[in-house]
T-cell receptor, first 115, second 111 residues
Framework: DAGVIQSPRHEVTEMGQEVTLRCKPISGHDYLFWYRQTMMRGLELLIYFNNNVPIDDSGMPEDRFSAKMPNASFSTLKIQPSEPRDSAVYFC?????????????FGEGSRLTVL | QKEVEQDPGPLSVPEGAIVSLNCTYSNSAFQYFMWYRQYSRKGPELLMYTYSSGNKEDGRFTAQVDKSSKYISLFIRDSQPSDSATYLCAGGMEYGNKLVFGAGTILRVKS
């Protein structure tokens, strides 16, 4: 299995620009999560989907952030307009429904720098 | 106060030492507790998972949860240089779909 695939791995952009991060979950996994990791705040859950439907977006910091999952094999996290405080590593993770909590599989992350 | 508190370290130990990593949490509704390991510039990977209180052992790793004191621990026996990484504790509800992570402890095992 290829694992969770994220792109781009690195993105440097200027304040005010639109940023789109992409994620391909592991095939057969029906949950998808977007996390953000910074030195100050650690790893924070932004939003998660079940069967392509957003279940909880209470972690999305502002209206500038939006996430979509048009099908079971693709999700995007968009920031428009971007700000320097959005600089972080954004992780996508997926898991399969199981009788207990199930293991979250993380991608390698997208490192975003907003100048 | 963060829901999950974890000393960021770094913690530096010699090879072969027993390592103790600890977290405290404040949300008494947490039922799922996990330890993730994260190597530099990589995504976290699950090490140990515990439901409610108790101990769980897997090879050199032992996870403990004490819900009465809201304390989460990870013990690593016979530590190896390859164990050098950041260790993240996490607690959560809703079948672990809303995990709250600690800040992570940086561990360095010197050969």
């Amino acid at each position: 299995d290829a694992g969770v695939i994220q792109s781009p791995r690195h993105e440097v952009t200027e304040m005010g620009q639109e940023v789109t991060l992409r994620c391909k979950p592991i095939s057969g996994h029906d949950y998808l999560f977007w996390y953000r990791q910074t030195m100050m705040r650690g790893l924070e859950l932004l939003i998660y989907f079940n069967n392509n439907v957003p279940i909880d977006d209470s972690g999305m910091p502002e209206d500038r952030f939006s996430a979509k999952m048009p099908n079971a094999s693709f999700s995007t996290l968009k920031i428009q307009p971007s700000e320097p405080r959005d600089s972080a590593v954004y992780f996508c993770a997926s898991k399969r429904t199981s009788r207990d909590t199930g293991e979250l599989f993380f991608g390698e992350g997208s490192r975003l720098t907003v100048l | 106060q963060k829901e999950v508190e974890q000393d960021p370290g770094p913690l530096s130990v010699p090879e072969g030492a027993i390592v103790s990593l600890n977290c405290t949490y404040s949300n008494s509704a947490f039922q799922y507790f996990m330890w993730y390991r994260q190597y530099s510039r990589k995504g976290p990977e699950l090490l140990m998972y515990t439901y409610s209180s108790g101990n769980k052992e897997d090879g050199r790793f032992t996870a403990q949860v004490d819900k009465s004191s809201k304390y989460i621990s990870l013990f690593i026996r016979d530590s190896q240089p390859s164990d050098s990484a950041t260790y993240l504790c996490a607690g959560g509800m809703e079948y672990g779909n809303k995990l709250v992570f600690g800040a992570g402890t940086i561990l360095r095992v010197k050969s």
